[in-house]
């Protein structure tokens, strides 16, 4: 009978421990993500296409900027109206290598995503070196609540709860 019952602990252990493994991690469900430009060429995995301005262009799956680089952000209207745009501020480090990253890519666009979804496209045209990177428009109410719940406001003290 032992055996049966260290089987039957072993099963049950085995099943619970990714619940428990898991169980202190919050799910954070704000995202950004800001993908540059590349090369209709390259790998097709590697890759995603998005029409800006009429023209088809091709855009790194793996992005530059993600949700984890961003410490702050700051939303505003839009100024096309009925939606909002949305400056997120960078870690140091992140913004010295997006400061990196636009002094070597000038001409191609860097598109950024929220929540999931394409929201804006900037051209590179100089380096940003300021440490804030800004989705001009395209962004909702919903996704202004999500970022609430996940990282403070610019300006704002401390970390928000992540629940």
Known sequence: MQPRFAAILITLVAAISPVVQAGGKADNKASISAHLETESSDNPKMIFQQEIGGKTRYFRRAPEISTKDVIAFSPFPSEAGGDFGVVFQLKEHVAKRLAA???????????????????????????IDDGIIVAWKGVNLADI???????????????????
């Open 101 to 127: 990253i636009t002094i070597s890519n000038q001409g191609r666009w860097l598109i950024i995503s929220v929540n999931g979804r394409p929201v804006d496209g900037v051209l590179i045209d100089k380096q």
């Open 145 to 163: 609540a999500v970022f609430d719940d996940s990282m403070p406001r610019i300006g704002q003290d401390g970390r928000k709860k992540k629940e």
